[in-house]
């Protein structure tokens, strides 16, 4: 008798088991699922901030490359609440793509994008230009729009 007893709680226990484990599995098919979408709706997001950003400098005559000079300093669209847009975008869609692909190393690489972006020079160079070429109309953007959000 006491052989059977241990039997079935063995039996109990591996459903048990088994049961927790086919949970536990779907939980994590379904918060996969959520990962890739919400990743995917952060990427789209990213995506079209930059595409604003471009159309909106561009609309209003300015170049977007960095490598061809402003000709104007932008204020409207994205350029009301942000100074950079264009490198925010970037940021937002590396942190979308690395929520999709459940990536914890491409995440870390946001570290090192932002630094040098940041610090490497390339937004100092962009605002020391900018105050150089536009002066006074550039500071006082400056004080009205932050760089990030």
């Known amino acids: 008798m006491r052989g059977r007893?241990?039997?079935r709680a063995a039996i109990a226990c591996e459903d048990a088991f088994f049961a927790h484990t086919a949970v536990i599995g779907a939980i994590d098919v379904g918060q996969r699922h959520a990962d890739?979408?919400?990743g995917a709706i952060v990427f789209a997001l990213a995506l079209a901030l930059v595409a604003w950003a471009i159309t909106t400098m561009t609309r209003?005559?300015?170049?977007?490359p960095t490598r061809l000079p402003t000709t104007?300093?932008?204020?409207t669209?994205?350029?009301?609440?942000?100074?950079n847009p264009i490198y925010l975008g970037m940021m937002l869609g590396l942190i979308g793509l690395a929520i999709a692909i459940n990536s914890l190393w491409l995440l870390m690489t946001l570290v090192p994008f932002a630094l040098v972006i940041r610090y490497g020079g390339v937004i100092t160079r962009e605002e020391a230009y900018l105050e150089r070429k536009f002066g006074d109309v550039y500071r006082r953007c400056r004080a009205?729009?932050?760089?990030?959000?």
């Open 5 to 7: 007893a241990t039997a």
């Open 36 to 38: 890739r979408r919400n």
């Open 60 to 64: 209003a005559g300015s170049n977007v």
């Open 72 to 75: 104007t300093i932008v204020e």
């Open 77 to 83: 669209g994205p350029y009301r609440f942000t100074r």
């Open 144 to 149: 009205r729009v932050r760089r990030w959000l």
